[in-house]
């Protein structure tokens, strides 16, 4: 794609004609007819990729303190370890891959970054959480029964699937 004297580098960029007619001048100089679409391909891919990780670091970002700020008077540290420990023993007793484990704490980490919760539901986040991580990670996933068994019917299948929901 070669530019013309009437046409424009990008939408928010504006050129006048004079401007234009001397970077083709410079670009035909320098780099031959494909130079400048080469460099222009480059900027907007980099454009891209930038966009790209500012909207994942927003994202996915989870804060350091939330127990202390997001959680406070209702999460501590040593209540989301006794949901780390359950989460592992029900990755063990289903076999589930490590990557699987590490990925559903990451996911109850976000969560709790973004929303207050109570505790009474800590276990369902923990299970929804295992449950949304095996669907990406497992080649073979357990079924929604399987973690309502593990919670010891304390949640329903209704509940984990809507927590399940919420958390992606």
């Known amino acids: 794609m070669n530019l013309t004297s009437n046409e424009v580098l990008s939408d928010d960029h504006m050129v006048c004609n004079d ?3 001397s970077l ?3 670009q035909e100089e320098c ?20 966009g790209m990780q500012a909207k994942a670091a927003t994202v996915y970002y989870i804060d350091p303190d939330f ?10 540290w ?18 589930l891959s490590r990557e699987t ?6 996911y109850v980490d976000l969560y709790l970054t ?14 929804a959480s295992l449950l949304l991580a095996c669907k990406v990670e497992e080649i073979v996933c357990p079924r929604v029964s399987h ?7 304390g949640f329903t299948h209704a509940q984990i699937v809507a927590m399940e929901g919420q958390i992606s």
């Open 31 to 50: 780099c031959g007819s494909q130079g400048m679409t080469v460099d222009y391909d480059r900027m907007l891919e980099q454009d891209i990729i930038e």
């Open 67 to 76: 127990l202390s700020t997001m959680q406070r008077g209702l999460i501590q």
């Open 78 to 95: 040593h209540m989301r370890l006794m949901l780390f420990d359950w989460m592992m023993e029900v990755s063990d007793e289903f076999a």
């Open 101 to 106: 484990f590490h990925l559903s704490i990451t």
């Open 19 to 21: 401007e234009v007619s």
């Open 24 to 26: 083709l001048e410079a």
């Open 114 to 127: 973004r929303r207050r919760c109570q505790i009474e539901v800590l276990q369902l986040l923990g299970a």
């Open 147 to 153: 973690f309502t068994y593990a919670t010891d019917n």
